[in-house]
């Protein structure tokens, strides 16, 4: 199949390095400490934070750090055919630790010990980058909960078909079987916290790919700062100050 | 879980006895209803309703199928609830799961009638294609997003504002074929049918609180009630189904009170639900 057309357009009409349309929205789930909604394309995840909390299992208490739990769940409707999957298969088990992992790394968990994170994303609409656009909810979710963070972190992903290295795979390229890279940064510090690659891709064609995604994943860094000064300013407004 | 101090309980137990609720409201008043339709795009209708802190999320899906043997005129209908943990930390893992039971058993019971189909709120012989051979087979599913009390009414609400949003494809039936097999169909992707809603009843839950009962409760609320009693009602003003969950028991004279009270605040809900419906799916078209 042709997933790039001679004119350089892509299945759903973008260009090779065209991300697709974003919107975030913050304070999605009233009850959360922290929560926002993050959309890329037809990929739709919600994200809520609660904590820093009491450890509600002892065992797993640590005194020098915070610990950081994470659950990833798909909603039945939220991919084309139907399906019921228990909760906890295979699949959301590996997302929720990657996830996991990814906070970790940015959260200052040295500064809470004793208390415990937990953030739980939701899958309602699923269309090819979930993991990353899961990261870039939770970091949402995080900053609007206020938990001290050493950078934001935000994941694109990015793939390489019909010889040409594409930005921020849909669900129809991204099941094509070609290579997808999934990249998430700390945009500040330029620092790689996630990697994850399947299928086969060459040495020096990995580095384009990879440069592709840390571009997406700065662009949407900009747009997440955004969202979160607009969203201060209207706290801020609130307050009256 | 709701953890509420003697003093809180107090103030929330003497409010409604006094017909002022921590919110303001009386005691037989809802939270704002907010409706949004088409929000799955996927789905063949979905809607998304917000009272109060309460969000769900409720999606239909259409699927070709074969109708039961016990009953070749009537496509088949069924209902899925799961809650999702960000409504709740309690919610992680299966912890939430005997909660999704007992709401998609309790929504069943409200919306689909008896096992043999006979009051349904859903019309399910509209969904046959070819008796006894081809149906379409409706899955319904709500999602619990964020939860603050009341969530079989907001279900319920989702669930009729999603029905009223869903389009089925038109069937084509090919000419030709023998009357014993299985016959060709051609499902048309640009004429829908729309869903007839109108006799889609509407959940109204009284919550005992004290002597008093109130509808549309907050958690708070919930944690301080002794029994729950929840009554689908539909435009007629017709009963299509009672469940009394949990708490203590109930002198019946007060039950009948209980069904006279919501058949009062249903038609009062019904006009809302309705409105809220037609102006999110105008905004939806537009």
Same mark, same amino acid.
């Given at each position: 199949?042709?997933?790039?057309? /001679?004119?350089?357009? $892509?299945?759903?009409?973008?260009?090779?390095?065209?991300?697709?349309?974003? %919107?975030?929205?913050?304070?999605?789930?009233?009850?959360?400490?922290?929560?926002?909604?993050?959309?890329?394309?037809?990929?739709?995840?919600?994200?809520?934070?609660?904590?820093?909390?009491?450890?509600?299992?002892?065992?797993?208490?640590?005194?020098?750090?915070?610990?950081?739990?994470?659950?990833?769940?798909?909603?039945?409707?939220?991919?084309?055919? %139907?399906?019921?999957?228990?909760?906890?298969?295979?699949?959301?088990?590996?997302?929720?630790?990657?996830?996991?992992?990814?906070?970790?790394?940015?959260?200052?968990?040295?500064?809470?010990? %004793?208390?415990?994170?937990?953030?739980?994303?939701?899958?309602?609409?699923?269309?090819?980058?979930? $993991?990353?656009?899961?990261?870039?909810?939770?970091?949402?979710?995080?900053?609007?909960?206020?938990?001290?963070?050493?950078?934001?972190?935000?994941?694109?992903?990015?793939?390489?078909?019909?010889?040409? /290295?594409?930005?921020?795979?849909?669900?129809?390229?991204?099941?094509?079987?070609? /290579?997808?890279?999934?990249?998430?940064?700390?945009?500040?510090?330029?620092?790689?916290?996630?990697?994850?690659?399947?299928?086969?891709?060459?040495?020096?064609?990995?580095?384009?790919?990879?440069?592709?995604?840390?571009?997406?994943?700065?662009?949407?860094?900009?747009?997440?700062?955004?969202?979160?000064?607009?969203?201060?300013?209207?706290?801020?407004?609130?307050?009256?100050? | 879980?709701?953890?509420?101090?003697?003093?809180?309980?107090?103030?929330?137990?003497?409010?409604?006895?006094?017909?002022?609720?921590?919110?303001?409201?009386?005691?037989?008043? *809802?939270?704002?209803?907010?409706?949004?339709?088409?929000?799955?795009?996927?789905?063949?209708?979905?809607?998304?309703?917000?009272?109060?802190?309460?969000?769900?999320?409720?999606?239909?899906?259409?699927?070709?199928?074969? &109708?039961?043997?016990?009953? &070749?005129?009537?496509?088949?209908?069924?209902?899925?609830?799961?809650?999702?943990?960000?409504?709740?930390?309690?919610?992680?893992?299966?912890?939430?799961?005997?909660?999704?039971?007992?709401?998609?058993?309790? #929504?069943?019971?409200?919306?689909?009638?008896?096992?043999?189909?006979?009051?349904?709120?859903?019309?399910?012989?509209?969904?046959?294609?070819?008796?006894?051979?081809?149906?379409?087979? #409706? *899955?319904?599913?709500?999602?619990?997003?964020?939860?603050?009390?009341? #969530?079989?009414?907001?279900?319920?609400?989702?669930?009729?504002?999603?029905?009223?949003?869903?389009?089925?494809?038109?069937?084509?039936?090919?000419?030709?074929?023998?009357?014993?097999?299985?016959?060709?169909?051609?499902?048309?992707?640009?004429?829908?049918?729309?869903?007839?809603?109108?006799?889609?009843?509407?959940?109204?839950?009284?919550?005992?609180?004290?002597?008093?009962?109130?509808?549309?409760?907050?958690?708070?609320?919930?944690?301080?009630?002794?029994?729950?009693?929840?009554?689908?009602?539909?435009?007629?003003? *017709?009963?299509?189904?009672?469940?009394?969950?949990?708490?203590?028991?109930?002198?019946?004279?007060?039950?009948?009170?209980?069904?006279?009270?919501?058949?009062?605040?249903?038609?009062?809900?019904?006009?809302?639900?309705?409105?809220?419906?037609?102006?999110?799916?105008?905004?939806?078209?537009?």
């Amino acid at each position: 199949m042709e997933y790039v057309n /001679p004119e350089g357009l $892509r299945v759903d009409g973008r260009r090779p390095m065209e991300m697709r349309q974003i %919107r975030a929205e913050i304070g999605a789930v009233s009850k959360a400490d922290g929560s926002a909604i993050f959309e890329m394309g037809n990929t739709k995840v919600i994200a809520a934070v609660y904590g820093p909390r009491e450890v509600q299992n002892r065992s797993q208490q640590m005194s020098d750090q915070a610990l950081v739990r994470c659950e990833y769940s798909m909603a039945n409707f939220s991919t084309g055919d %139907r399906m019921r999957k228990p909760k906890g298969d295979r699949r959301s088990t590996e997302i929720s630790l990657v996830i996991r992992q990814t906070m970790e790394a940015c959260i200052l968990t040295h500064l809470m010990p %004793r208390s415990q994170i937990d953030i739980y994303v939701q899958v309602l609409q699923a269309d090819g980058g979930t $993991r990353s656009a899961c990261i870039n909810a939770a970091t949402l979710a995080l900053a609007d909960a206020g938990i001290p963070m050493r950078d934001l972190v935000t994941s694109c992903s990015a793939g390489y078909l019909n010889s040409t /290295p594409l930005l921020d795979l849909n669900y129809v390229e991204d099941s094509a079987g070609g /290579p997808d890279v999934t990249v998430g940064i700390l945009p500040k510090l330029d620092k790689v916290t996630l990697l994850q690659m399947d299928s086969k891709l060459p040495v020096d064609i990995l580095e384009n790919v990879m440069q592709l995604a840390t571009e997406g994943c700065k662009a949407i860094a900009n747009y997440i700062r955004e969202i979160l000064l607009e969203n201060t300013k209207q706290l801020e407004y609130r307050r009256g100050s | 879980m709701v953890g509420l101090s003697l003093g809180e309980q107090f103030f929330i137990q003497g409010g409604i006895a006094q017909d002022l609720r921590c919110d303001g409201r009386k005691r037989l008043s *809802y939270r704002p209803i907010y409706v949004q339709t088409g929000v799955i795009p996927q789905a063949n209708g979905s809607a998304k309703v917000r009272i109060g802190d309460t969000e769900v999320i409720a999606s239909v899906k259409a699927e070709l199928g074969k &109708p039961s043997l016990m009953q &070749p005129d009537k496509g088949k209908v069924s209902i899925h609830i799961d809650c999702s943990s960000t409504a709740e930390p309690a919610f992680e893992g299966r912890g939430a799961d005997w909660l999704s039971a007992d709401l998609s058993n309790a #929504l069943q019971r409200c919306l689909l009638g008896a096992k043999s189909g006979a009051g349904a709120g859903i019309d399910c012989s509209s969904l046959v294609v070819v008796q006894g051979k081809i149906c379409w087979d #409706l *899955y319904i599913d709500g999602l619990v997003v964020s939860s603050d009390g009341n #969530l079989l009414d907001a279900l319920g609400a989702a669930i009729k504002a999603a029905l009223s949003n869903t389009g089925i494809p038109k069937v084509q039936i090919a000419a030709g074929a023998s009357s014993d097999e299985k016959p060709e169909v051609e499902v048309s992707d640009e004429e829908f049918l729309q869903f007839d809603t109108s006799g889609v009843p509407v959940i109204v839950t009284l919550t005992k609180v004290g002597k008093h009962y109130i509808v549309d409760a907050t958690s708070e609320e919930e944690s301080q009630m002794s029994s729950a009693v929840s009554i689908s009602i539909n435009r007629q003003g *017709y009963i299509c189904g009672v469940t009394k969950r949990g708490g203590m028991g109930l002198d019946p004279s007060v039950i009948l009170d209980m069904v006279s009270v919501a058949k009062l605040v249903s038609e009062q809900l019904i006009n809302k639900l309705d409105s809220e419906i037609a102006s999110a799916e105008a905004e939806d078209e537009s």
